[in-house]
């Protein structure tokens, strides 16, 4: 997949920089109105300086089209939707395309959330197929990954991510690490207040840094930024985001408060 647009390539080279990302899903809340009161409350904030912190938020569809025309994004967030579409264009009722998420002006694309392989129940192959599609509409995938605690159980932590990883990114080349975002978030973790400890987190990490290198090549696959998600908050985000295998994190709950979410854009700034 070639980059096509300077959008692209103005989000590189976060791994060279050591960058942290601190990302926001909103999941399924905020209106219009409530979307545009949180960023002008979180434009109050400091902004990151320098290069050292990249904020994105996903906001569901409605707001991210709404905040495409509002003025009250600040400069230094980027947006991106929670999902894409598996097609181009055509007669799919309820879908909406990555050309149309572009149009937003919106960079980046959550796919595989553990609540869309699980809860809304995505195969693997349709995730293959959305983050194809976004690629070739110069959309960054984050593409999230993680076991269930069953599955962590029985010890099958690199069967699961693995497997996840092999078919979302199968035939995928790319010649820029900044063209993809891994997030590794065990299901056990997301929205229920138990944090993965350090140690798991480095070790999950570590084997999806290596698999990458293995499908992708060493230097992309290297520099493929990997974020950490499920249960992050301001009491916890210092020593995560400070672990050298994280690049930062994919937040739900914590990020839905303007104060928090500035809270965690200070913590990456300062590890
Ligand atoms: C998420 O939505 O990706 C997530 C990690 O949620 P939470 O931070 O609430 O666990």
Excluded at 128 to 136: A, D, E, M, P, T
Excluded at 150 to 178: H, M, P, Y
Excluded at 215 to 242: D, E
Aim: hydrophobic share 45%.
């Amino acid at each position: 997949m070639k980059s096509d647009s300077g959008r692209v390539s103005h989000v590189s080279r976060q791994k060279e920089n050591n960058m942290k990302m601190v990302a926001g899903n909103w999941k399924m809340f905020k209106t219009v109105e409530e979307a545009r009161a949180y960023f002008v409350e979180l434009a109050t904030a400091t902004p990151p300086q320098g290069d050292k912190v990249r904020v994105i938020v996903f906001p569901n569809y409605i707001a991210l089209g709404a905040l495409a025309t509002t003025g009250s994004v600040p400069a230094w967030v980027l947006l991106g939707a929670q999902d894409v579409a598996a097609e181009v264009e055509g007669a799919f009722t309820g879908e909406v395309s990555p050309a149309m998420i572009r149009s937003t002006g919106a960079t980046h694309v959550l796919i595989g959330h553990s609540e869309r392989r699980h809860i809304i129940g995505e195969s693997a192959d349709l995730l293959h197929r959305k983050l194809i599609n976004s690629l070739q509409a110069s959309l960054i995938p984050v593409l999230c990954v993680g076991e269930t605690l069953e599955e962590r159980n029985a010890g099958k932590i690199e069967e699961v991510v693995f497997g996840q990883l092999d078919t979302a990114l199968s035939d995928v080349q790319l010649c820029d690490g900044a063209q993809l975002v891994v997030a590794y978030e065990p299901v056990w973790a997301i929205g229920t207040g138990v944090n993965a400890t350090n140690e798991q987190i480095e070790e999950a990490h570590h084997l999806i840094r290596q698999h990458l290198k293995q499908l992708l090549g060493t230097a992309i696959g290297g520099s493929v930024a990997i974020l950490y998600g499920g249960s992050v908050k301001p009491a916890n985000f210092a020593s995560i985001a400070g672990l050298p295998s994280v690049d930062g994190g994919l937040i739900g709950g914590a990020s839905l408060k303007p104060s928090a979410f500035a809270e965690l854009i200070a913590i990456a700034e300062q590890v």
